[in-house]
């Protein structure tokens, strides 16, 4: 973040300040009292079960310059500045706001039901041929997170890709308010938040909501496969990504190397690209197509274009490979999990060439009247595929082993992953693959750490 002043903030969140002690500028906003760092801005918040209020003398005592505030402390420090607003989060929302119009630079923002993180990487890593990249880190896409990466901002950056999910109607807009994109892409239209949101038509509902914000002459880049994407007409330049003849980003010539990722070709109307993919999955190259659409866009030539490409690294618990001892290997993709994503996986591990095929399937969150039938189509896609074991985990798993079950495949079903842990470790025997795949509550992160902890890493 680039220094700015008490005046500068007290304008752009429209508060009031209760004394004129303190510095006279702030290097960073901080809304965790546990991670203060000298010379910030703490912005208390106020949850279900805490209120930050609570921690502001803690958090001026580890160092910080001064606290928003919706109402004012009992004791006010003579060293400290304090500006009081209505409301802390709204407030955070006006700062970052504001600071973003500091920055005259390329703002691109993702949002979809599946693979919007993957699709926030690859579009980074492809634009970092060229340019330095501010982008979301870790699960930064809320409410809280969207406006801290914005505040991370620094005159160095020549570009920024900004990931916002969502749950609920207008929480989309919102965070669309602070980023103001001048590049708008859907990664597709899925189930997950359909508890929320009714339907299908529903969550394109809440996805278009990036439109609001996008620049008038900004540009929309989309999955041109998805079938209600594709209903869209949009009054913005629109780059249609994917293999189908009506898209104007074309992928063809697919050839999949398993977990080793892929090769594809990628004509647009400027050029043509063939791609090295490092990350398994088909459903990669909508990711890859899509940054080649924004690099083209933005300005990279070729090379940039292919070597960026080639430099994604998958992040987090989203389709990591990991290699054990005995030629087994986990496909650890339990960071989250909803129908399409689950069917996804499932077909990768489907393509592998090991001996023995595992998958581990627990609960898919937020679905709604959609649950069960979810879970059971999963299962039962699982033995379509030719799975030779499926291990089924938790309360609404026990739909995901009657799936296999009834299509003739093998399961295990558990309703807790503690239970499973003895029986997986047994069968994981030598060259098999395992598929790890849950809802994040699920917690199956534990289950790869015992694996590679029972098993060692590859030599």
Known sequence: MEEISIQQILEAVKGKRLNQAGDGTVLSVCTDSRKITPGCLFVPLKGERFDGHDYIERALERGASGTLCAQPPREIREDRFYIQVEDTRLALKDLASWYRGQFDIPVVQVTGSVGKTTTKEMVAATLSARYKVLKTPENFNNDIGTPLTLLSLERSHQAAVIETGMNHFGE?????????????????????????????????????EIFDNLKQ?????L??????????????????????????????????????GLICRVETGRDAYVLEIPAPGEHMVYSASMAVAIGEKLGLNREEIIRGVASYEPTGSRMRPVHLSGERTILDDCYNANPQSVAAALEILAKTGSGRKIAVLGD??????????????????????????????????QKIADGVASSGGEVLYFPVKEAALPELERQFTEESTMLVKASHAMHFGD?????????????
Do not use: W
């Open 172 to 208: 989309i807009r919102y965070l669309g308010e602070m980023v103001r994109p001048d590049i708008a892409v859907i990664s597709n239209i899925g189930d997950a938040h359909i508890e929320f949101l009714g339907s299908r038509q529903g969550i394109l509902q809440a996805k278009c």
């Open 217 to 221: 002459d900004g540009t929309a880049v």
């Open 223 to 260: 999955d041109g496969d998805d079938a209600l994407l594709g209903t869209l007409e949009l009054p913005f330049e629109t780059l249609r990504c994917g293999k189908s003849e009506r898209c104007n980003v074309r992928v063809s010539e697919i050839l999949d190397n398993g977990v080793n």
């Open 364 to 397: 898919m969150g937020e679905l709604g009247d959609l649950t069960d039938q979810a879970h059971y189509n999963m299962g039962a896609l699982a033995a379509m595929l030719g799975i030779d074991q499926v291990f089924a985990i938790g309360q609404k798993a």
């Open 447 to 459: 289950i790869v750490k015992q694996l590679a902890n029972a098993f060692g890493t590859a030599q």
